[in-house]
């Protein structure tokens, strides 16, 4: 399986995984002409794209998605709540409901929720090429079920979102600070680095570090947090706002 990460944060998260050829993309929250354009600066086609998979219905994760449905003919997938919530921007028939080993090609994905302060928001569990790939972002802390699959992966594409010093003793507004703090906010260095410490097991390889925020986190902190958490034999990588990262087979 090949993964690319077009852009990874709150100005916007766009996700590209391709296996035998098929590709899907996951959550739209940068513009079509970013998300055909970063594709293309990698050889690949839009018409390699099979669907589009929306984790949450905040608009860092869906801000494209009504253009490019627009003028992509992807069936989107998504929880029924965020579903509910985006219908206002894209027509109600060009939604798919996620269930357990949903099959795309060479693909199976499965979906499983994640505490955030949307209406039902999830992770997804992506099975491709005999790898096992696990994209958890936008979560207030680490549930069972994503310790589970974190140790069922080979790879995975987690949240580390602020240091906690930086956040507390930053700009950000009080109700925000708390907002990002609490158990329906976003994962710390600390959180993400302890939950996969726990959680990793022997097939695990790649850790990417995703939904870094621009104000309360840098790359470099992120970084050390989680690799000083793990055995030097996984890689981890930081994903950038902006620019493309990857692409990374697994």
Same mark, same amino acid.
């Given at each position: 399986?090949? !993964?690319?990460?077009?852009?990874?944060?709150?100005? %916007?998260?766009?996700?590209?995984? &391709?296996?035998?050829?098929?590709?899907?993309?996951? $959550?739209?929250?940068?513009?079509?002409?970013?998300?055909?354009?970063?594709?293309?600066?990698?050889?690949?086609?839009?018409?390699?794209?099979?669907?589009?998979?929306?984790?949450?219905?905040?608009?860092?994760?869906?801000?494209?998605?009504?253009?490019?449905?627009?003028?992509?003919?992807?069936?989107?997938?998504?929880?029924?709540?965020?579903?509910?919530?985006?219908?206002?921007?894209?027509?109600? *028939? $060009? =939604?798919?409901?996620? =269930?357990? +080993?949903?099959?795309?090609?060479?693909?199976?994905?499965?979906?499983? @929720?994640? @505490?955030?302060?949307?209406?039902?928001?999830?992770?997804?569990?992506?099975?491709?090429?005999?790898?096992?790939?696990?994209?958890?972002?936008?979560? +207030?802390?680490?549930?069972? %079920?994503?310790?589970? &699959?974190?140790?069922?992966?080979?790879?995975?594409? =987690?949240?580390?979102?602020?240091?906690?010093?930086?956040?507390?003793?930053? @700009?950000?507004?009080?109700?925000?600070?708390?907002?990002?703090?609490?158990?329906? *906010?976003?994962?710390?260095?600390?959180?993400?680095?302890?939950?996969?410490?726990?959680?990793?097991? %022997?097939?695990?390889?790649? !850790?990417?570090?995703?939904?870094?925020?621009?104000?309360?986190?840098?790359?470099?902190?992120?970084?050390?947090?989680?690799?000083?958490?793990?055995?030097?034999?996984?890689?981890?990588?930081?994903?950038?706002?902006?620019?493309?990262? %990857? @692409? =990374?087979?697994?």
């Amino acid at each position: 399986m090949k !993964v690319l990460i077009l852009a990874s944060g709150s100005e %916007g998260n766009c996700i590209y995984l &391709e296996e035998d050829g098929s590709g899907l993309i996951i $959550d739209a929250g940068i513009s079509r002409k970013r998300i055909l354009n970063g594709l293309a600066e990698h050889g690949i086609s839009k018409e390699n794209v099979e669907a589009v998979f929306i984790t949450h219905e905040h608009t860092d994760h869906t801000r494209g998605l009504r253009i490019l449905c627009k003028y992509e003919n992807y069936p989107v997938y998504a929880s029924e709540g965020t579903i509910e919530k985006l219908t206002y921007q894209v027509p109600r *028939g $060009d =939604f798919r409901s996620v =269930f357990i +080993g949903t099959r795309i090609n060479g693909f199976e994905i499965s979906s499983l @929720p994640l @505490p955030h302060d949307a209406v039902e928001p999830v992770a997804y569990v992506i099975e491709g090429g005999g790898s096992r790939m696990l994209v958890a972002t936008d979560l +207030g802390y680490v549930t069972e %079920g994503v310790l589970r &699959e974190i140790s069922r992966c080979q790879a995975v594409i =987690f949240e580390s979102n602020h240091d906690i010093e930086m956040l507390n003793n930053g @700009p950000y507004p009080e109700d925000l600070k708390a907002r990002i703090l609490s158990r329906w *906010g976003h994962l710390s260095n600390k959180q993400c680095a302890a939950a996969l410490k726990q959680a990793h097991r %022997g097939g695990l390889n790649l !850790v990417i570090l995703a939904h870094l925020s621009l104000e309360n986190n840098s790359p470099e902190l992120a970084l050390a947090e989680t690799a000083k958490a793990l055995p030097k034999s996984i890689r981890v990588v930081t994903a950038s706002r902006r620019t493309p990262t %990857g @692409p =990374f087979l697994i």
